[in-house]
């Protein structure tokens, strides 16, 4: 018979749970389709969809280039469009 005091050893050695967080970082920012310079996210915008009359939040993109694009928050799979009101946003 094997003893049981060695069981809790390698459980409890070195597995710090720290947070993650499933998010974008920055070399994963997608890039300007106009001038291909990195997006910065610009935040969130609750916005009206005219096609399910949702309340709806788009997520802002700005890259150094003073182009602004946005997107469906939760579509992040649609391509970005062009912010029609970007003065809105600085
Ligand atoms: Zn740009």
Redesign the pocket.
Known sequence: MSNCDSTSNTAASGRRSRSVRVRRMTDDAPA??????P?KSGGLVLTKRDEDGRRTCRSLWR?????TWWQWADRPAEPLEVCPVPELFR
């Not at 300007?32 to 310079?37: G, K, L, N, R, V």
């Not at 890259?63 to 182009?67: N, Q, S, W």
């Open positions: 300007c389709p106009e001038c291909s310079q997006l890259c150094a280039g003073r182009h």
